[in-house]
């Protein structure tokens, strides 16, 4: 066999550019998976800082939530409709006074301080449910320390309300009902 017969010595008129063409599709192919990779991770952090900023929201709520339970602790008995976010005893047949706008326009606000450049205004909603409402157990107290002044044996029942809504951020909103002895 000659030496210019042996296949690695082949002519240059019978190159067809094959490997440019295998070389260029694999460059696409390494393009697509890293741009669905990207896809993937822009994905995940938008879903992470989403979480985020619902975390900071609920933080924000539940220290309403307190604020408006400090409210109800006062026992203070209000007047029919909603003033300032202090509503009587509801109507059965009405809508819930949290649909409103007109009483989320007027509910005191509590500030809270979640990190250090940022501050959430969420606001809160205290109802009078009832004023005669019989205790399960015993009166007590914070933990398991037994009243011994101040029970008078019937609770008053309030419904707090609270929501931490902003523009472009999470709307978290909670309610608990809170028993004053």
């Given at each position: ?103 989320w326009a007027t509910a005191p606000e509590a500030v809270v301080q979640l990190d250090d450049d940022l501050t959430a205004r969420p606001k809160y909603i205290v ?19 037994s009243m011994t002044s101040g029970c008078t044996g019937r609770e008053y029942r309030y419904r707090i309300t609270a929501r931490s809504q902003a523009d472009d ?13």
């Open positions: 066999m000659n030496r210019r017969e042996h296949p690695i010595f082949v002519k240059r008129q019978d190159q067809r550019g094959a490997t440019l063409v295998v070389v260029l599709i694999l460059l696409l192919v390494m393009t697509l998976l890293a741009l669905a990779s990207m896809r993937g991770t822009l994905l995940e952090e938008r879903m992470s800082a989403n979480q985020y900023d619902r975390s900071l929201s609920f933080q924000a709520v539940e220290a309403a939530l307190r604020e408006g339970e400090d409210v109800a602790a006062q026992k203070v008995i209000y007047a029919a409709g909603c003033a300032n976010g202090l509503c009587g005893i509801p109507d059965p047949s009405a809508a819930p006074v949290w649909t409103n706008a007109d009483v109802e009078l449910l009832a004023t005669n409402v019989p205790p399960k157990g015993t009166c007590t107290t914070e933990g398991d320390v951020r999470a709307a978290v909103m909670l309610q608990s009902i809170y028993a004053v002895p």
